[in-house]
Nanobody
Framework: QVQLVESGGGLVQAGGSLRLSCAASGRTFSNYAMGWFRQAPGKEREFVAAIRWSAGYTYYADPVKGRFTIARDNARNTVYLQMNSLKPDDTAVYYC????????????????????WGQGTQVTVSS
């Protein structure tokens, strides 16, 4: 089992930036991919970004392309989500998740392929 701890959320004005971190511990030796998802009030949880751990390939949801960047630090078993040009629509609880099995690129957006999840961190963007 893997433990994931997110940090870095908070309150920011529209146009501002935040960087989320997600530190993984436990059985991470077979980490295949990590992803960020978010859930806004009254809405379903949705995909934000993912990264394949060894190759570093990245994937983004259309609403965040060009504004968000996902990156990983192999030595620290940590994944980051740099969020720039934030909008009120980005307000949500952000969750990181990990998959230790192969996931096809097209499936990285599907939360069912991730086995372990963090507790979430709140991001609030004011207008």
């Amino acid at each position: 089992q893997v433990q994931l701890v997110e940090s870095g959320g908070g309150l920011v004005q529209a146009g501002g930036s935040l960087r989320l971190s997600c530190a993984a511990s436990g059985r991470t030796f077979s980490n295949y991919a990590m992803g960020w998802f978010r859930q806004a009030p009254g809405k379903e949880r949705e995909f934000v970004a993912a990264i394949r751990w060894s190759a570093g390939y990245t994937y983004y949801a259309d609403p965040v392309k060009g504004r968000f960047t996902i990156a990983r630090d192999n030595a620290r078993n940590t994944v980051y989500l740099q969020m720039n040009s934030l909008k009120p629509d980005d307000t949500a609880v952000y969750y990181c998740a990990i998959s230790q099995n192969y996931v096809a690129p097209n499936d990285l957006t599907d939360q069912k392929f991730y086995g372990d999840w963090g507790q979430g961190t709140q991001v609030t963007v004011s207008s």
